[in-house]
């Protein structure tokens, strides 16, 4: 064996070549993995989302914020809201023990948007004069809004995704976002949402009378 090695030098050479080929390859390969490692953590994106309330003299407010407290952009796939466990796009019910014709409201579409670092979203505002609101109106509105949540799917610019809720405040990871489908803030802010109900019913039957 010993005079094998004497006179196999070049074959020698050519396995300690083989093996600090692979080591540099090794390096190579987790310097990339800790590199890509670095470059996702420097953008994730960590969405918080709230439900308010406030009170500024003779106005009551409720709504969500959505903050952004990641060192990311968040990309906005999905946006579902919950009621009772199940998906709903009917979010007017959410202030039906206030009064409808004092209301003030304001939103914004969630789904596509990027939410830079640092950066707050209002999705939706209400807000009525506070002496038209009575006590028992104010309670029976928090009773309804522990009935619902709102889940939002955003993912980093690594396609890295994530799910946000009101009611648990970590984050869940996901492989991806489904469908965007249609905004349940931008519906709200339709012309049919903002109907009286009994003109939604009018023009609901109207329709019908003409197909």
Request: proline fraction near 4%; glycine fraction near 8%.
């Given at each position: 064996?010993?005079?094998?090695?004497?006179?196999?030098?070049?074959?020698?050479?050519?396995?300690?070549?083989?093996?600090?080929?692979?080591?540099?390859?090794?390096?190579?390969?987790?310097?990339?993995?800790?590199?890509?490692?670095?470059?996702?953590?420097a953008v994730v994106p960590a969405l918080q989302v709230d439900a308010f309330?406030?009170?500024?003299?003779?106005?009551?407010?409720?709504?969500?914020?959505?903050?952004?407290?990641?060192?990311?952009?968040?990309?906005?796939r999905n946006v579902q809201v919950i009621r009772d466990g199940e998906p709903?796009?009917?979010?007017?019910?959410?202030?039906?023990?206030?009064?409808?014709?004092?209301?003030?409201?304001?939103?914004?579409?969630?789904?596509?948007?990027?939410?830079?670092?640092?950066?707050?979203?209002?999705?939706?505002?209400?807000?009525?004069?506070?002496?038209?609101?009575?006590?028992?109106?104010?309670?029976?509105?928090?009773?309804?809004?522990?009935?619902?949540?709102?889940?939002?799917?955003?993912?980093?610019?690594?396609?890295?995704?994530?799910?946000a809720t009101v009611q648990v405040q970590d984050r869940r990871q996901v492989?991806?976002?489904?469908?965007?489908?249609?905004?349940?803030?931008?519906?709200?802010?339709?012309?049919?949402?903002?109907?009286?109900?009994?003109?939604?019913?009018?023009?609901?039957?109207?329709?019908?009378?003409?197909?």
């Amino acid at each position: 064996m010993l005079g094998w090695f004497k006179t196999n030098h070049q074959a020698l050479t050519a396995i300690g070549a083989m093996v600090v080929g692979l080591a540099a390859l090794y390096v190579a390969w987790d310097q990339a993995r800790v590199m890509r490692a670095q470059q996702h953590g420097a953008v994730v994106p960590a969405l918080q989302v709230d439900a308010f309330t406030r009170s500024e003299g003779d106005r009551l407010s409720i709504g969500l914020r959505v903050a952004n407290n990641g060192v990311g952009p968040a990309m906005v796939r999905n946006v579902q809201v919950i009621r009772d466990g199940e998906p709903t796009q009917a979010i007017e019910a959410m202030f039906t023990a206030l009064p409808s014709d004092q209301l003030d409201r304001s939103w914004v579409t969630l789904t596509g948007r990027v939410i830079a670092p640092g950066e707050l979203v209002t999705p939706i505002s209400v807000d009525w004069r506070a002496s038209e609101v009575g006590t028992d109106a104010i309670a029976d509105l928090f009773a309804e809004w522990e009935r619902w949540d709102i889940e939002i799917c955003y993912c980093s610019v690594f396609d890295r995704c994530w799910i946000a809720t009101v009611q648990v405040q970590d984050r869940r990871q996901v492989a991806s976002c489904p469908d965007p489908g249609q905004d349940v803030f931008e519906l709200y802010g339709s012309e049919t949402f903002l109907m009286p109900r009994a003109l939604q019913d009018e023009t609901s039957e109207t329709a019908g009378a003409e197909e």
